[in-house]
């Protein structure tokens, strides 16, 4: 059987970013032109220097990439599928990002941490509070899915967030690559980003236990300094859950999967013909 190598892959507007080993291919459906594919090349940091393979540095560098990768390939998508006058800028992109990166942070790193705090005096445990803090932070990110999943671009979203999960299932199990086949598989799949942000922030539960309530501004500054090293942690937590099969993985990103029925929908054949254009934009490179 041909040896399958991980892929990677992201909904954007009206369409899916696959990524290989060294393309990336961003499928889009536009108003005029139908179906539009566009290919890069893609070198990794760990191509560039070779620290960024090793573990923990690897996970951080991947984070970074997909990142500035998912960013770039919604900017791409968001001006092929809508109309002339709803391009943006670069300038508006960078603004729109920019705001995105503070509010996520203020809501779920500094609020949990702040309003935890003020606890402390009833709750004199460290083990309950972060527990509470943990708690706050699920719900924040839960409520904020559900939120924003009412909005009928979002759920569009979504369905190429299925259609991506249908379609590298069908890559992974070796089947061919065609509509028919894609229906069949399961829109949910372990690598996804959404179970990374839930491995993140239970990872980041045992982290800040041994960070201390003295000051809340060392408590906030301290968990955003210690992103970089708990994303590193959840990245190899994931890798290992995606090559193996044990109960205890198996548990582990389990609450992931049940994440992801809130961040994907079943996608319709358009929606799969998308996601089967990128990908196979990324396979013709790597054969």
């Not at 996520?104 to 803090?133: C, D, H, Q, S, W």
């Not at 671009?153 to 509509?179: C, D, I, N, S």
């Not at 090293?229 to 090559?243: C, D, N, Q």
């Not at 582990?252 to 996601?275: C, F, I, M, N, S």
Request: aromatic share 8%; proline share 4%.
């Amino acid at each position: 059987m041909e040896k399958k190598f991980p892929i990677g892959g992201q909904a954007v507007i009206e369409g899916v970013m696959m990524r290989g080993r060294s393309q990336i291919a961003i499928a889009v459906q536009t108003p005029e032109a139908g179906v539009v594919v566009q290919k890069q090349a893609l070198a990794t940091w760990g191509d560039r220097w070779s620290v960024f393979k090793l573990p923990l540095l690897r996970g951080l560098a991947a984070m970074v990439e997909s990142m500035v990768l998912g960013l770039q390939s919604l900017v791409y998508s968001a001006n092929m599928a809508g109309e002339e006058e709803e391009k943006l800028s670069s300038a508006e992109m960078g603004l729109t990002i920019t705001v995105s990166l503070v509010a996520g942070i203020l809501i779920f790193i500094a609020a949990p941490a702040v309003i935890t705090r003020f606890l402390k005096p009833m709750i004199p445990y460290n083990i309950i509070l972060n527990v509470i803090e943990f708690a706050i932070r699920i719900t924040f990110f839960v409520g904020y899915i559900l939120a924003i999943s009412r909005m009928k671009e979002v759920q569009r979203l979504f369905e190429y967030h299925g259609a991506e999960h249908k379609t590298v299932h069908t890559y992974e199990a070796g089947l061919p690559l065609t509509v028919q086949n894609a229906l069949e598989q399961s829109t949910l799949h372990p690598r996804c980003g959404t179970s990374f942000l839930l491995i993140v922030f239970i990872v980041s539960m045992f982290f800040f236990a041994f960070l201390g309530w003295s000051n809340i501004l060392f408590r906030v500054l301290s968990r955003i300094a210690l992103m970089p090293l708990i994303a590193g942690v959840s990245y190899e937590i994931i890798r290992v859950a995606g090559r193996n099969k044990s109960r205890l993985l198996s548990a582990l990103v389990y609450p992931g999967l049940l994440l992801q029925k809130l961040t994907t929908r079943e996608p319709d054949e358009e929606q799969l013909a998308v996601a089967i254009a990128a990908l196979q934009g990324v396979l013709e490179k790597e054969a």
